[in-house]
């Protein structure tokens, strides 16, 4: 423990005195330049006391939130700094072997200076996260996007064929801060002219008396012809928290099952229904949540034990390493599943139809988006909340349309 702490302090004292090395290239006037250690001084050490006082039987809050924002805010610019200027010394130590043994230098000419340009690069570069992180608190977190996918299946009831559902993931309605942009959001629910409508979990960060304020504004989303259904996420087990007993552990559990019901959805726990069109009919299976290094409480097989093989499936399951760990090679051939959890990580670079970036990618297979494998399929909601860091920046909130078509597999 000893040794982690150290290491760690190292690393923060790299960073702090490569930012500064930038900012004193730069920046001439000594009152200018103790302001900025003062300031650095104090942010530090803000964050220092708000990390050690977090409160491990409250979880995640309006404070914590701010605490995250505040630490990105100022390490990942200063990071950026650091890692430039860093290459940049490489260089000049490299300059200066050079330089005394192939030139025989004077030992205080053989290291080159530092260049105000490169401090100026570093600095420009480090803006853009900064500037991106800012936006991601006051405009991305609720710059919901409608995303409209079509899906492919050579075996879909013809009954079902043009059947549209709408799709919802985290809602994390904890960390909500603006009421007015959440009731936007709600109307571009009803806006979608879709047949049936699945909520894929995680509608509380922790506890269910979060979204005690949001029942009326979700109670919003309209009716469909087919239904309405849900599945639970990781956040909605309460495990994040330390409970002073487990029969409060138990009855919060309790409470955020209920929500579901109180947003008039169905809520399915490791079980199934039969969805029926003109004489045809699809199943829906939907499990609790299972994910790899994640709470393993799905039962795939429970829930559809009783579902024909022949049958066209829809699968519920809010984490994505559900569909790559069981899901895609499963017997029982699970056309479609519907996941969530990843958020994208908030944070990416996404050009529709193009390209698209997140650290996200670097752990989960399927994190955003639609995904294929031996004609069945998984589509992952960027989600609707946010949690952790109160924004977004280029992955942005996410409800979703698909719309099921007969004919041969379009990937």
Do not use: C
């Not at 309006?62 to 950026?80: D, E, G, N, Q, W």
């Amino acid at each position: 423990m000893g040794f982690r702490f150290i290491f760690i302090a190292v690393i923060f004292l790299l960073i702090e005195a490569y930012a500064y090395q930038a900012f004193k290239t730069l920046i001439k006037p000594r009152w200018l330049l103790l302001s900025y250690i003062f300031v650095s001084i104090f942010l530090f050490a803000y964050l220092v006391y708000s990390f050690t006082q977090f409160d491990r039987s409250e979880g995640q809050t309006r404070h914590t939130m701010f605490v995250m924002a505040m630490m990105l805010l100022v390490y990942v610019p200063k990071i950026i700094v650091t890692i430039i200027l860093l290459g940049e010394d490489i260089f000049r130590l490299g300059a200066s072997v050079v330089n005394y043994f192939m030139y025989n230098a004077p030992r205080n000419e053989m290291m080159p200076n530092r260049r105000k340009f490169i401090s100026q690069v570093a600095l420009g570069l480090a803006a853009v996260p900064f500037l991106s992180l800012i936006y991601g608190i006051f405009e991305g977190k609720y710059n919901f996007k409608v995303v409209k996918q079509t899906v492919f299946f050579p075996d879909l009831p013809d009954a079902f064929d043009g059947f549209k559902i709408t799709q919802i993931s985290d809602v994390h309605s904890g960390s909500f801060d603006n009421a007015e942009k959440i009731n936007y959001a709600i109307d571009l629910i009803n806006e979608q002219d879709t047949d049936m409508i699945l909520f894929t979990g995680d509608i509380v960060n922790t506890h269910a008396t979060e979204m005690h304020p949001w029942l009326e504004t979700f109670n919003r989303i309209k009716d469909y012809k087919y239904g309405k259904f849900a599945v639970l996420g990781n956040h909605d087990y309460g495990e994040y928290v330390t409970w002073p007993t487990q029969t409060l552990k138990n009855e919060n559990f309790e409470g955020i099952k209920s929500l579901y019901g109180q947003i008039g959805f169905d809520l399915l726990l490791n079980e199934h229904r039969y969805v029926e069109k003109d004489g045809s009919k699809i199943a829906l299976v939907g499990v609790e949540n299972w994910g790899n290094n994640f709470k393993q409480a799905g039962d795939l097989n429970k829930a559809s034990q009783q579902v024909n093989q022949d049958d066209f499936k829809i699968l519920m399951s809010h984490d994505p390493s559900h569909w790559e760990y069981e899901i895609k090679e499963h017997p029982k051939n699970f056309h479609l599943t519907f996941s969530g959890h990843t958020h994208g990580m908030q944070f990416g670079i996404e050009i529709p139809g193009y390209f698209k970036w997140s650290l996200a990618e670097y752990i989960y297979k399927q994190w955003a988006g639609l995904y294929e494998n031996k004609g069945r399929y998984v589509y992952v909601n960027r989600g609707f909340g946010f949690h952790a860091y109160p924004g977004r920046v280029g992955i942005m909130p996410e409800i979703t349309v698909i719309e099921l078509k007969k004919g041969k597999n379009v990937t």
